[in-house]
C-alpha cells in the first residue's frame, strides 16, 4: 500500500464521497510524491458528491474519476496518520500511529456556497498536516 520512505495518510468519512476526497485531493496535489495518500469510509457512497466535485474542480482539482473505497483493517495498519472527518467513525487502534478527527460540516446535501467553506477549511488543516509531515 505504501512506501515505507515516505508517510501514509489515511482520511475516514462515513460513505467516502465528501470531505476525506477532498482532503485526498488536496494532500495529493499539494503534497505531490511526498506522501502516500488514501482515504476510505465505512459505509461508502456509490459515488463522489457532486458539490464537492464542482468546488474541488474550481481549485484545479479533479475528483470525477475518484470512487469511495471501504474502510479496512488493513489500511488503517498500513497508514502512519489516520484522519476522520468529525463523522464517529470507529477506527480500529493500532500503537505508535498518529490519530486526529477534524470536525467538519458534512457537505452532503449543502448547497456550493457551503461545501466551498467546507473545502477552505479543508485546504488550510491539509496544509498544516503537510508542515507536521515533511
Known amino acids: 500500500m505504501t512506501d515505507s520512505t515516505k508517510p501514509a495518510v489515511l482520511f475516514v468519512c ?3 464521497a465528501g470531505r476525506s476526497q477532498m482532503a485526498a485531493g ?3 496535489a499539494l503534497a505531490g510524491d511526498r506522501i502516500d495518500v488514501f482515504s476510505a469510509g465505512s459505509e461508502p457512497g ?3 458528491n457532486p ?3 464542482t468546488v474541488m474542480a474550481e481549485e484545479g482539482i479533479d475528483l ?3 470512487t ?3 474502510l479496512t483493517t488493513d489500511a488503517v495498519r498500513q497508514a502512519d496518520v489516520v484522519i476522520t472527518m468529525g463523522c464517529g467513525d470507529a477506527c480500529p487502534i493500532f ?3 498518529r ?3 477534524w470536525q467538519l460540516t458534512d457537505p452532503a446535501g449543502q448547497p456550493v456556497d457551503v461545501v466551498r467553506g467546507v473545502r477552505d477549511d479543508i485546504k488550510g488543516r491539509v496544509e498544516e498536516l503537510i508542515a507536521s509531515l515533511v
Open 14 to 16: 462515513v460513505h467516502n
Open 26 to 28: 488536496y494532500l495529493r
Open 46 to 48: 456509490n459515488a463522489v
Open 51 to 53: 458539490a464537492a466535485v
Open 64 to 66: 470525477s474519476s475518484a
Open 68 to 70: 469511495p473505497q471501504i
Open 95 to 97: 500503537p505508535g500511529k
Open 99 to 101: 490519530y486526529e478527527d
